[in-house]
């Protein structure tokens, strides 16, 4: 009985064993189901659904060839309510060398190349704003290899602009990103405590002056010339300047004396040299102006005298009194200059009158004499 169950179970043994070399020769033959999840290389960029997905992934940061840190991380709905997002712009619009992932590799070195190479993208939209800056100084430093000067994006932040005028002080933010040492002097200024005060638009902001995407070098002679133009456009209006009781002469003024007309000669005859005459922001400051009352004003009585020596070094005391302010000599205003003025209109046309009389009187007696003499 014992030797029957012993061949059983070696029997038993032996199906088992021969059941799970079967299964295995299966196993072994039976085809591997293949991957279906695509390789990276593969991953075409179709939408902003597969960018936001990845960047919206906080602290992402890529470490340029320079060292610098390239932020990568968008905040989407800070994207969603900007001009762009908000008008339903996608990213590959701007962004149109990214196809696939992973992207391209970059060829700016710094951010001032990332920052360059991605303005770029602009000029799809925004061509007659592209073209004009192309002329401007910013653009002319960079030519020169000055990489800090300004391109589209340090004004226009690409994923969060808004209007770049709203509030308007907001454009004095923009300019101080690169010239921080000239706003602060333009917001202590008559012009920047009214702009950043009370938001006041009849004061001249940064871009009034100095151009939008077409900015000049502001010191050039053909910009320093055409200075009293540009303070001209608001001080010339009368209906702005009623509302400060701001004399609005100025100009005619400063153009009728000898300073004025030899800057204006100039400007006509040799815009690409400055004359040796005070413009406008000789006397009054450029972006520090403060209003002709203050302590600090360049042109109160006061200070004038030394406003005055920059070009006339030996003026005494009283040399600044010849200086009408601006002002068309009138009986309240400048009375003394006024009435000899007065005098000499009266004066000068009366002695022409006289003399003409007095000739026009002995030519004719002679003429008569003559006439008289020769009938005898």
């Known amino acids: 009985m014992a030797r029957r169950l012993t061949r059983f179970g070696s029997f038993a043994v032996l199906v088992l064993l021969l059941i799970l070399g079967w299964a295995s020769t299966r196993v072994a033959a039976a085809p591997r189901v293949q991957e279906t999840t695509p390789t990276p290389e593969s991953i075409p960029i179709k939408g902003d659904r597969q960018c936001k997905e990845c960047h919206s992934a906080p602290d992402q940061i ?41 992207h391209v590799s970059l060829t700016a070195q710094n951010l001032r190349q990332v920052a360059a190479e991605q303005s770029q993208s602009c000029k799809a939209c925004h061509a007659p704003q592209f073209e004009k800056q192309l002329d401007s ?11 800090n000067a300004a391109v589209c994006s340090d004004c226009h932040n690409p994923h969060y602009t808004q209007p770049p005028n709203e ?24 012009h920047g405590e009214a702009l950043v005060s009370a938001e006041n638009t009849d004061v001249p902001a940064c871009v009034d002056c100095h151009g939008v995407h077409n900015i000049p070098d502001p010191r050039t002679a053909e910009f320093l010339l055409r200075s009293p133009q540009i303070c001209a456009e608001c001080h010339s209006d009368a209906e702005r300047m009623a509302k400060y009781d701001v004399n609005t002469e100025v100009i005619d003024t400063y153009v009728a004396d000898f300073h004025g007309t030899t800057v204006t000669l100039f400007e006509q005859q040799s815009p690409d040299q400055l004359p040796n005459k005070p413009l406008c ?26 406003t005055c020596q920059q070009c006339h070094p030996d ?10 302010s601006h002002y068309t000599p009138s009986p309240t205003r400048n009375a003394l200059v006024y009435f000899v003025d007065l005098f000499y209109q009266i004066l000068i046309p009366a002695t022409l009158v006289g003399i003409t009389v007095f000739v026009a009187s002995d030519v ?6 003559w006439i008289k003499g020769g009938r005898k």
């Not at 100084?137 to 990489?147: I, L, S, V, Y």
């Not at 520090?288 to 302590?295: E, G, Y």
Request: with cysteine.
């Open 137 to 147: 100084a910013h653009q002319k430093f960079r030519d020169e290899g000055n990489e």
């Open 281 to 306: 922001i000789d006397c009054h400051g450029v972006h520090n102006i403060k209003v002709v009352t203050d302590a600090e004003s360049t042109v109160i009585k006061q200070n004038l005298l030394a």
């Open 167 to 190: 509030p308007r002080s907001k454009i004095i933010t923009t300019c101080a990103r690169c010239h921080s040492r000239i706003a602060a002097e333009y917001r202590a200024s008559v």
């Open 364 to 369: 004719g007696r002679r003429i008569v004499g």
């Open 315 to 324: 003026a005494t005391a009283n040399f600044p009194e010849a200086w009408l």
């Open 62 to 102: 890529m470490t340029l060839p320079s060292g610098e840190s390239l932020y990568l991380t968008i905040d989407v709905e800070g994207y969603a309510a900007s001009a762009h997002g908000s008008q339903g712009y996608t990213c590959i619009q701007c962004h149109t060398t990214i196809t696939e992932y992973p």
